[in-house]
């Protein structure tokens, strides 16, 4: 039976590849044939001889000649075996030989089984078996026949009637694209003779990972393997031509043949590496290097390849001139792949497997910036199937009939139909005791110290992991203090993964099993954990594990029926006393009485036990350490009534903040309104008009001064609240403009609107006509009004949330053909926490990083609020993350801002902090000249940093500062030390004195946040001073002519005296 037609979309403009018909009239051997005749001079393979080449290009016509080669050499080695035969391959993968003697085999009408080189004896016995194999061909490689033949002697004690199946070498690159002068063979291949045995015959034999038992052979027919070529007919993109990077790919790998069989239709070319024997073994740099020799378009690579070449900028830089990364065979860490698309690295997911083939569309069009979701290719007969909560399980669906139940797991977007994103495996699922289940997280990928991990619990009541150390870390887990560090160095790692964990799956540290050297991991050959083999090995170590963690949660303790102090502390007694060896008093501390870390394990397990499932409290948020902070009988059981009864604060925790930012992004991201064109497209505005949002304020008079000059803009809206003292809008905006030294006559021109409203009434608090006039006309929006307090928490920036949200609402129901742009300054406060040795993405970050004040996360909200918009939109917005903005040319800094307090202090402390690291502060005058370029730039991840792109030393400040004061220099911790010296002798003053100190040593208002930054910079080196944030500026020059000049206006010590003029004309400092 016929295939249907395909689409007509590959070789659209390839002159020298014709598509064959994939209807079926032509089997894959057959469609050999074809482009031996049609497309003989395309290009087939690419490599380079080396990372500086010279490169070689083996057209079909070359490839065709070698498979008409290996199938005389195939059909001498198995003399006498009917076609039809199983021929199996044991051998490394030197991709040009592998691939093209199994077209030959093929071609010769025998049916090639790729068994991996990586497979265990036993199960490449198996294997053997199963199939029946006939013939065995066996690479150079003294490892292959050290294997084979160990296979072979598992097969002989197994059964004596076992058939050991007839083995030859390998074939290698020369003996199949070099002969010799002697060679007489013929090299045409519609010469040869093929008979097809049908369809529905097989053609070809792969095997599953085999991630629970021995590998399963899956065969495919010829039907089968041309609907795997047909794939890229119904893809988005014409491929024809473009070099596939083969190079992290074995081509025993259902991924490498599935590439072998997209090419016979699209006439994708394979860049690969050069010939060897034995075969390159490729390392992330190998693999790349040969890849960028080749210049090659698409990469396709496993994960773990991908996460190694993040942290190679020159790698992300080539990549992001590529057509994109192809990865397939496991999931890729989220921060790697978020990294990579903020950097404008393009990345697609090939979700297939082994027994389906390619199920994803093969590719799709545009640069996916939602990298992790995928459509299913339209030809692919499929059902969901409902599993639970969103997940679906793929099934395959063949004329009707149910076929082929993937145990895939996937979870649909929440907004675009049809676009999917792999969430696990059924099998994967881990369904405790209570009911409850857990579905594992990767843990290998996330941690440095951590090959992989597999968790359990099955019918238990808690979760735990095995981890498995990389190389490097190895060590024998019987030595309980290299454990318990062990346990400690992945401990942040884990706390990460229990932040997102639901309560019942989070991991505990005594939890934590460690692979023991003389019983390793069990890997497949993508190079993931067999978890059920892993789980089966370490059966006894589990076990006694919980034997152990049962033990220490007393469960036989009765809880209180009572939840207040006297019943709550008589069972903290009762749990104490049962697990220390000895009574200690009510008031005693238990630590000094003996009770060790493990005692303090039971105990604090026994009670979170009581706690959930008697008192029914969560208690995902409490401390770890709470028995350390709780050390006697009488605190601990005040500590237990106060959580039962709800009395507990644990708002303060990060995970409790984390939270709350989550919650309230949710809040304002549903129903957002659907964009319309009412005008025409002749209606779209030819000059600008802009809304700018907060215009009193150091940063906004200076946009709105020089967009009210700027000819591309028509109008300007300044949009205000309404001042507390009822000055008017005109009033204030003028006296700051004045004060600033800005142009105020812009003020008399019909080009500006001063508007008083507020964002979270309905119309901005407007008259209805002021409204209309701005929603029917605004192209811009620059939103720049901010609440700056660092006192309070989020819930009081809310009102400022909500405005952010009104501003969306405002953009998609304009009547303009497209939405406003919608611009948003955010804050480098969202990178508080980033570790100071690491360059913060222009991309949406951990929202961890932000939390510690109500400022930062109100900013990080909000972004991620822009970023879901963009995503479930046709609304069009850009974060600008502002990095530190100083003085302009007029030297004006606002001096209630930190470093002019530090400044003003430097004269009462006697000296100056120094450092050797940068500054990346900006100019005023720069930024908002920035901004104004960002209102009309786009990159792929919506964000960009405001921050210099020429930083100077903290120094070279520093010693102007020095000069203009008269104060020596000294290291930053010596400064603190002089600061924590004046804070001991303020903290004894009265109130009064108190007062007249902190006017002369405002650096005193902000101890905790220098002892913040002392403390970052000791821990972690990074690039800027005093363990700032380092800001990655790449899209933000790209996207920004004035932050792309080279020429850029770097600070230095004139910058300095003029801010300190300024503040002494203010009267921050002396004359």
């Not at 390998?170 to 060679?183: A, I």
């Not at 099993?513 to 890997?523: G, I, T």
């Not at 709470?626 to 990060?654: K, N, R, W």
Request: aromatic share 8%.
């Amino acid at each position: 039976m016929s295939l249907p037609p395909v689409p007509q979309t590959q070789g659209l403009s390839c002159t020298t590849f014709k598509v064959p018909p994939v209807d079926g009239s032509l089997v894959i051997p057959q469609i050999y044939d074809w482009h031996q005749k049609q497309s003989s001079s395309h290009r087939l393979f690419v490599f380079a001889e080396d990372d500086r080449g010279p490169i070689r290009t083996i057209s079909w016509s070359e490839g065709a000649a070698a498979i008409a080669r290996g199938y005389h050499l195939i059909r001498e080695r198995v003399a006498g075996l009917p076609e039809g035969s199983v021929v199996g391959i044991l051998s490394g993968s030197d991709s040009i030989p592998y691939v093209v003697f199994a077209m030959a085999m093929m071609r010769a009408n025998y049916v090639p089984f790729m068994i991996s080189s990586r497979n265990s004896p036993a199960a490449v016995a198996h294997l053997l078996s199963k199939v029946h194999v006939k013939h065995l061909l066996i690479g150079r490689e003294q490892a292959m026949h050290d294997l084979a033949q160990e296979a072979f002697t598992l097969l002989k004690e197994q059964s004596s009637d076992a058939v050991i199946p007839g083995t030859s070498s390998m074939p290698v690159f020369d003996e199949l694209f070099t002969p010799s002068s002697e060679d007489r063979l013929v090299t045409d291949l519609s010469t040869l003779p093929y008979e097809s045995r049908g369809m529905d015959a097989p053609a070809m034999i792969l095997h599953s990972s085999g991630s629970t038992a021995f590998p399963k052979a899956v065969q495919f027919s010829h039907r089968r393997l041309l609907q795997i070529a047909r794939a890229p007919c119904y893809g988005q993109r014409d491929l024809t031509d473009k070099l596939y990077s083969l190079h992290t790919v074995p081509m025993f790998h259902a991924l490498g043949i599935i590439h072998t069989m997209l090419a016979m239709s699209s006439g994708i070319v394979f860049s690969v590496f050069a010939p060897r024997s034995p075969p390159v073994i490729p390392t992330t740099d190998m693999a790349i290097q040969a890849a960028i020799a080749a210049n090659s378009d698409i990469l396709v690579a496993v994960p773990a390849m991908i996460e190694a070449w993040t942290h190679n900028q020159d790698y992300v830089n080539w990549l992001k001139t590529r057509t994109g990364i192809v990865y397939s065979g496991g999931p890729l860490n989220k921060e790697a792949g978020d990294f990579m698309v903020s950097q404008g690295v393009t990345i697609f997911v090939l979700y297939g497997s082994t027994e389906s083939g390619a199920i994803s569309v093969v590719l799709p069009a545009g640069t996916p910036k939602e990298w992790e979701y995928f459509e299913i290719a339209p030809h692919v007969g499929h059902k969901m199937q409902h599993f639970a909560n969103d997940e679906y399980e793929f099934v395959h669906v063949v004329d009707g009939v149910d076929a082929y139940a993937t145990s895939d797991l996937l979870v649909p977007h929440p907004t675009k139909k049809g676009f999917w994103k792999i969430f696990g495996r059924t099998d994967d699922q881990i369904m405790h005791s209570t009911g409850e289940k857990t579905n594992p997280g990767p843990l290998g990928n996330q941690d440095p110290y951590v090959m992989s991990g597999v968790m359990f619990g099955r019918g238990r009541f808690q979760a735990g992991i095995i981890v498995d150390p990389k190389p490097q870390y190895v060590f024998d887990p019987a030595d309980e203090a290299k454990l318990a560090r062990f346990r400690n160095k992945i401990w942040p790692t884990i706390e990460k993964m229990n932040a997102y964990a639901p309560q019942h799956s989070r991991l505990f540290k005594e939890m934590i099993l460690v692979a023991k050297p003389s019983k390793p991991f069990v890997y497949t050959p993508k190079r993931t954990v067999r978890r059920g083999a892993v789980i089966n090995l370490y059966e006894e170590e589990i076990d006694a594990l919980y034997k152990t963690v049962e033990a220490s949660a007393q469960a036989n303790i009765p809880s209180p029926s009572q939840w207040d102090v006297s019943a709550s502390t008589d069972f903290a007694r009762r749990v104490v006393w049962a697990i220390m060896t000895h009574q200690v008093a009510d008031d005693d501390d238990v630590f000094q009485h003996g009770c060790d870390s493990l005692q303090a394990t039971y105990i604090r397990n026994t009670i979170l036990h009581a706690l959930r499932e008697d008192a029914k409290v969560g208690t995902r948020d409490l401390s770890g350490a709470f028995v350390y902070e709780h050390p006697t009988i009488s605190t601990l059981g005040a500590f237990v009534s106060s959580v039962a009864l709800g009395t507990e604060d644990t708002s303060a925790s990060p995970t409790a903040r984390v939270d709350a930012m989550h919650t309230m992004v949710a809040k304002y991201t549903s129903d957002f309104p659907v964009h319309k064109t009412i005008l025409l497209k002749a209606a779209q505005p030819v000059k600008d008009v802009v809304l700018v949002t907060g215009t009193t304020g150091a940063l906004g008079s200076q946009l709105l001064v020089k967009l009210a000059k700027n000819p591309e803009v028509k109008t300007v809206y300044a949009l205000n609240r309404t001042s507390r003292d009822q000055a008017s809008l005109r009033d204030r905006q003028a006296k700051v403009l004045v004060e600033r030294g800005l142009d105020a006559s812009v003020l008399d021109t019909d080009k500006v609107v001063l508007v008083e409203g507020d964002l979270t009434q309905q119309h901005f608090g407007l008259s209805e006509d002021t409204y209309k006039q701005m929603h029917h006309h605004v192209t811009h929006i620059i939103h720049n009004a901010w609440k700056v307090d660092f006192a309070i928490n989020l819930p009081s920036f809310e009102p400022q949330v909500q405005g952010v949200r009104s501003l969306i609402d405002f953009a998609l129901t304009s009547r303009l053909p497209s939405p406003p742009r919608l611009l948003f300054t955010s804050s480098m406060a969202t990178l508080q926490n980033a570790p100071a040795d690491q360059l913060c993405p222009e991309s949406a970050v951990d929202p961890l990083w932000a939390v510690g004040s109500g400022y930062a996360e109100s900013k990080w909200v909000s972004e991620q609020i822009l970023q879901a918009a963009t995503a479930k939109t046709k609304a069009d917005t850009l974060v600008v993350r502002v990095g530190q903005v100083c003085g302009g040319p007029d030297g004006v800094w606002n001096a209630s801002e930190w470093f002019p307090s530090l400044v003003q202090s430097a004269p009462k402390l006697g000296c100056f902090p120094d450092d050797e690291k940068d500054v990346q502060w900006i100019p005023l005058d720069i930024a908002t000249d920035a901004i104004i370029d960002f209102r009309k730039a786009s990159t792929p991840t919506h964000t960009v940093h405001l921050a210099h792109p020429r930083p100077v030393p903290w120094h070279t400040l520093a010693v102007a500062v020095s000069d203009v004061l008269s104060v020596p220099l000294v290291p930053f911790p010596a400064w603190l030390a002089k600061l924590e010296e004046q804070a001991a002798a303020y903290n004894a003053q009265s109130a009064a004195a108190q007062a007249e100190t902190l006017r002369g040593l405002r650096a005193l208002h902000l101890l905790p946040m220098f002892r913040g930054m002392l403390q970052k910079e000791g821990k972690e080196k990074g690039r800027m001073a005093l363990g700032l944030a380092d800001m990655d500026v790449s899209l933000a020059r790209a996207a920004s002519s004035t932050l792309a000049d080279r020429a850029v206006r770097q600070l230095g010590a004139e910058d300095v005296r003029r801010w300190v003029a300024y503040w002494r004309k203010v009267g921050l400092l002396g004359a």
